[in-house]
């Protein structure tokens, strides 16, 4: 048998194979299923091409299962390793996407991507459901957390970076994972911020700012793409012929698997009613293009059925199945179907090398956006009073996708996937002398039945629904009196995993629950007030934070939240984070953004400025930059351009220099203004670092109205500085 031989080409082999198999074998291998418990019941079955979700104590059984098949075709076990392996206890949890995204360092991000593909690797998953390549405009919608942020350059830069780690050195290394590019595309432009819920874009719109990231990582070798929820203009993103076959295939060249997401072919039939039944809908999904069918055990009756009423011919089946049979040929699967190594666990996860690793990016995550020079803490013998709902909460440090974030129901203990609060990160980093207390002050939020049931239609638990917390008077009394007798009170408030993530929403902003009472309590004590907001997605602000003598922004830093948050409080490590997202002053502001089109009326509402209370790009840190004028150097099929950098403190530290292109005029409305590079600089106090930059024509391109991709001859602005604010910026302008 060909395809047995390993010393075969992978398209005789794919060919010999697929000779072999009947049609439903064919329709089983394009179907991924959960198998949370019982995975051998699932194979049985159907003989499936894939498996997510699966309960690690049966991994190894699943393997034998599908190896005991017919013709033993080997399984792709995935999973959602979204920031470390979130559902393996003791795995290395890094923060969140958006968390690492404020490092604004691609090497770091990759280095993080590469520890993920070695533990995951490790337990038998080959197949990892990231990058996120979305673009974060709309901040209600609950999936902010899972993006890096709102800027296509920066997410593909990031992006990328996580499908180099995951590769490591190809196909033959043993620690490899596939990647995946979600969610193609446009998933985050939401209405009401609703969670997949149909996404105004017009196809130049798309190709403007939704499918650069997307280029990107087909370009970079992205090993699958997933499918969003969502449809553009009445056609769902499953079916969707222009976006499959003409732009990611046609036009990028992209020959990896398709996925759908969750259930993505039943929701043609159950929610988007544009299929009678499953066997329309597994028509509609294989011609359209998609190779494998996530979480639709329909799928598989469905296309005999259509097979047998002629909406389907047998060889339609054979391209999904020939690309989901090649990338297991490629992998080597037939030969080493990657069980899980017990020997390479103990060794690899949760490793010191990898929590030191993890450390570090949770530490260039944070960003400092106010001080009024009470950071960093110091003093011989300092009272600190640690205060908040989130203070001691393992959770809000892991943010969604790990621990008990609610996908995994082996997982329901905290202590298997542990974190450093900040609570523990005080007390373990504070130096003798110092006495740190503390009082939780309220809750955040109770959570009550969904009164339209405990399922959807298609048998998935609905979420409970987020009430306020009551109200502890006794709870907050004690706060006020441990912030009384402390010389600094540093607070801790923010979302819960309930209010960030998946199907999970928010329709406001605002610190949810009591939070605001304590702050205003706090705030009233007259103590020092240092604000640490460790949630999934910006919030507003309200005034007693906006008035706060430092706040502290942290988008579930991981694991190690509590150390990495301790010693920049400390001043051990200096702050260099910068926001990859706006922060609104109201959520009415919404959408709220750096890279605004040009061309609106007037730049403020009647009742409310239009500038965000933090900009895409700020962060602080305990020293000060200035800035040279930008010198060009050369103009040709690059620019070329300089520009030097002091620190002007006492203290060390990191600025990200940040590159903006402003287009002077256009032929078509485009945006004021838009990254094009940025560059993490170290400086010792008083010293100046020459930075150069080489820009590709290539990258000052804008979209014509007939979708066309073009450099327009005329003026250009380069824009050099601190962040996206226009105050902080060095200019200079050439003509190509």
């Given at each position: 048998?060909?395809?047995?031989?390993?010393?075969?080409?992978?398209?005789?082999?794919?060919?010999?194979?697929?000779?072999?198999?009947?049609?439903?074998?064919?329709?089983?291998?394009?179907?991924?299923?959960?198998?949370?418990?019982?995975?051998?019941?699932?194979?049985?079955?159907?003989?499936?091409?894939?498996?997510?979700?699966?309960?690690?104590?049966?991994?190894?059984?699943?393997?034998?299962?599908?190896?005991?098949?017919?013709?033993?075709?080997?399984?792709?076990?995935?999973?959602?390793?979204?920031?470390?392996?979130?559902?393996?206890?003791?795995?290395?949890?890094?923060?969140?996407?958006?968390?690492?995204?404020?490092?604004?360092?691609?090497?770091?991000?990759?280095?993080?991507?590469?520890?993920?593909?070695?533990?995951?690797?490790?337990?038998?998953?080959?197949?990892?459901?990231?990058?996120?390549?979305?673009?974060?405009?709309?901040?209600?919608?609950?999936?902010?957390?899972?993006?890096?942020?709102?800027?296509?350059?920066?997410?593909?830069?990031?992006?990328?970076?996580?499908?180099?780690?995951?590769?490591?050195?190809?196909?033959?290394?043993?620690?490899?994972?596939?990647?995946?590019?979600?969610?193609?595309?446009?998933?985050?432009?939401?209405?009401?911020?609703?969670?997949?819920?149909?996404?105004?874009?017009?196809?130049?719109?798309?190709?403007?700012?939704?499918?650069?990231?997307?280029?990107?990582?087909?370009?970079?070798?992205?090993?699958?793409?997933?499918?969003?929820?969502?449809?553009?203009d009445g056609v769902p993103i499953t079916l969707n012929r222009w976006l499959l076959e003409g732009v990611l295939k046609q036009e990028w060249g992209f020959d990896g698997l398709l996925v759908t997401d969750w259930d993505n072919v039943g929701h043609l039939v159950r929610i988007q009613q544009v299929a009678a039944d499953f066997?329309?809908?597994?028509?509609?999904?294989?011609?359209?293009?998609?190779?494998?069918?996530?979480?639709?055990?329909?799928?598989?009756?469905?296309?005999?059925?259509?097979?047998?009423?002629?909406?389907?011919?047998?060889?339609?089946?054979?391209?999904?199945?020939?690309?989901?049979?090649?990338?297991?040929?490629?992998?080597?699967?037939?030969?080493?179907?990657?069980?899980?190594?017990?020997?390479?666990?103990?060794?690899?996860?949760?490793?010191?090398?990898?929590?030191?690793?993890?450390?570090?990016?949770?530490?260039?995550?944070?960003?400092?956006?106010?001080?009024?020079?009470?950071?960093?803490?110091?003093?011989?013998?300092?009272?600190?009073?640690?205060?908040?709902?989130?203070?001691?909460?393992?959770?809000?440090?892991?943010?969604?996708?790990?621990?008990t974030s609610g996908q995994c129901p082996w997982l329901d203990d905290q202590s298997l996937t542990p974190a450093t609060t900040l609570l523990a990160g005080l007390r373990a980093a504070a130096p003798s002398g110092w006495e740190v207390e503390y009082a939780k002050g309220c809750g955040i939020e109770v959570l009550v039945p969904d009164p339209a049931g405990e399922f959807f239609d298609d048998g998935q638990p609905r979420p409970r629904i987020c009430h306020p917390a009551p109200l502890d008077e006794a709870e907050l009394a004690r706060a006020v009196e441990v912030a009384e007798w402390g010389d600094v009170v540093v607070?801790?408030?923010?979302?819960?995993?309930?209010?960030?993530?998946?199907?999970?929403?928010?329709?406001?902003?605002?610190?949810?629950?009591?939070?605001?009472?304590?702050?205003?309590?706090?705030?009233?004590?007259?103590?020092?007030?240092?604000?640490?907001?460790?949630?999934?997605?910006?919030?507003?602000?309200?005034?007693?934070?906006?008035?706060?003598?430092?706040?502290?922004?942290?988008?579930?830093?991981?694991?190690?939240?509590?150390?990495?948050?301790?010693?920049?409080?400390?001043?051990?490590?200096?702050?260099?984070?910068?926001?990859?997202?706006?922060?609104?002053?109201?959520?009415?502001?919404?959408?709220?953004?750096?890279?605004?089109?040009?061309?609106?009326?007037?730049?403020?509402?009647?009742?409310?400025?239009?500038?965000?209370?933090?900009?895409?790009?700020?962060?602080?840190?305990?020293?000060?930059?200035?800035?040279?004028?930008?010198?060009?150097?050369?103009?040709?099929?690059?620019?070329?351009?300089?520009?030097?950098?002091?620190?002007?403190?006492?203290?060390?530290?990191?600025?990200?220099?940040?590159?903006?292109?402003?287009?002077?005029?256009?032929?078509?409305?485009?945006?004021?203004?838009?990254?094009?590079?940025?560059?993490?600089?170290?400086?010792?106090?008083?010293?100046?670092?020459?930075?150069?930059?080489?820009?590709?024509?290539?990258?000052?391109?804008?979209?014509?109205?007939?979708?066309?991709?073009?450099?327009?001859?005329?003026?250009?602005?380069?824009?050099?500085?601190?962040?996206?604010?226009?105050?902080?910026?060095?200019?200079?302008?050439?003509?190509?």
């Amino acid at each position: 048998m060909t395809y047995r031989d390993p010393s075969a080409a992978v398209e005789d082999r794919v060919a010999d194979l697929l000779s072999r198999m009947t049609p439903s074998e064919k329709a089983a291998q394009m179907m991924q299923l959960p198998a949370w418990s019982e995975p051998r019941a699932v194979i049985e079955q159907y003989p499936v091409g894939s498996l997510l979700h699966t309960d690690p104590a049966t991994i190894d059984e699943a393997i034998t299962a599908a190896a005991a098949t017919r013709l033993g075709i080997p399984l792709l076990i995935a999973d959602d390793a979204i920031h470390g392996f979130g559902f393996w206890p003791g795995a290395t949890i890094f923060g969140t996407p958006l968390s690492m995204a404020c490092s604004f360092n691609p090497e770091l991000v990759e280095q993080a991507a590469r520890v993920t593909a070695r533990e995951v690797s490790a337990t038998g998953v080959t197949w990892t459901f990231s990058p996120l390549a979305c673009v974060a405009r709309e901040l209600r919608w609950g999936r902010v957390d899972e993006t890096f942020g709102e800027d296509p350059h920066l997410i593909g830069e990031l992006a990328t970076a996580m499908v180099r780690g995951y590769r490591g050195a190809g196909d033959a290394d043993p620690t490899r994972i596939l990647s995946c590019a979600k969610h193609f595309a446009g998933y985050s432009e939401t209405q009401g911020g609703l969670d997949a819920s149909e996404a105004d874009l017009s196809p130049r719109k798309l190709r403007s700012w939704f499918l650069p990231p997307f280029e990107r990582l087909a370009r970079e070798g992205a090993d699958t793409f997933m499918l969003g929820y969502q449809a553009i203009d009445g056609v769902p993103i499953t079916l969707n012929r222009w976006l499959l076959e003409g732009v990611l295939k046609q036009e990028w060249g992209f020959d990896g698997l398709l996925v759908t997401d969750w259930d993505n072919v039943g929701h043609l039939v159950r929610i988007q009613q544009v299929a009678a039944d499953f066997a329309e809908a597994a028509a509609m999904a294989v011609r359209a293009g998609n190779d494998l069918i996530m979480a639709t055990p329909e799928f598989h009756d469905g296309a005999l059925q259509a097979l047998e009423r002629g909406l389907l011919e047998p060889s339609d089946l054979d391209g999904a199945v020939r690309r989901i049979l090649a990338a297991k040929f490629r992998l080597g699967l037939f030969e080493d179907p990657r069980r899980p190594d017990e020997a390479r666990q103990r060794v690899e996860i949760g490793c010191e090398q990898h929590r030191r690793v993890n450390l570090e990016l949770a530490s260039q995550g944070i960003v400092l956006l106010s001080n009024d020079g009470v950071l960093p803490l110091g003093g011989e013998e300092v009272k600190v009073a640690v205060v908040g709902p989130l203070a001691d909460d393992m959770a809000a440090c892991l943010g969604d996708w790990a621990g008990t974030s609610g996908q995994c129901p082996w997982l329901d203990d905290q202590s298997l996937t542990p974190a450093t609060t900040l609570l523990a990160g005080l007390r373990a980093a504070a130096p003798s002398g110092w006495e740190v207390e503390y009082a939780k002050g309220c809750g955040i939020e109770v959570l009550v039945p969904d009164p339209a049931g405990e399922f959807f239609d298609d048998g998935q638990p609905r979420p409970r629904i987020c009430h306020p917390a009551p109200l502890d008077e006794a709870e907050l009394a004690r706060a006020v009196e441990v912030a009384e007798w402390g010389d600094v009170v540093v607070v801790a408030v923010g979302d819960t995993v309930n209010l960030t993530g998946e199907g999970r929403s928010t329709a406001t902003l605002e610190l949810f629950g009591p939070q605001r009472e304590l702050l205003e309590a706090l705030a009233a004590t007259g103590v020092p007030m240092v604000v640490v907001v460790l949630s999934g997605k910006p919030l507003v602000l309200p005034e007693s934070v906006q008035e706060a003598a430092a706040i502290v922004q942290a988008f579930n830093p991981g694991a190690e939240a509590g150390e990495a948050l301790a010693q920049v409080l400390l001043g051990r490590v200096e702050p260099s984070g910068r926001l990859p997202v706006t922060i609104p002053r109201h959520v009415g502001q919404l959408p709220v953004f750096h890279n605004r089109v040009r061309g609106w009326h007037g730049d403020r509402y009647a009742d409310l400025t239009y500038s965000p209370l933090f900009a895409f790009g700020e962060g602080l840190s305990y020293t000060t930059f200035e800035y040279s004028e930008v010198r060009i150097t050369h103009v040709g099929d690059e620019v070329a351009f300089e520009v030097e950098v002091t620190n002007t403190g006492a203290r060390p530290g990191t600025e990200v220099v940040q590159v903006y292109v402003h287009d002077v005029v256009t032929s078509v409305t485009w945006a004021e203004q838009e990254l094009k590079a940025f560059r993490r600089v170290g400086l010792a106090p008083g010293e100046t670092k020459q930075v150069e930059f080489r820009l590709p024509v290539g990258e000052l391109s804008l979209v014509l109205a007939d979708g066309t991709r073009v450099v327009e001859p005329g003026e250009f602005e380069l824009r050099v500085g601190h962040s996206s604010r226009p105050d902080d910026h060095r200019r200079a302008r050439f003509r190509l």
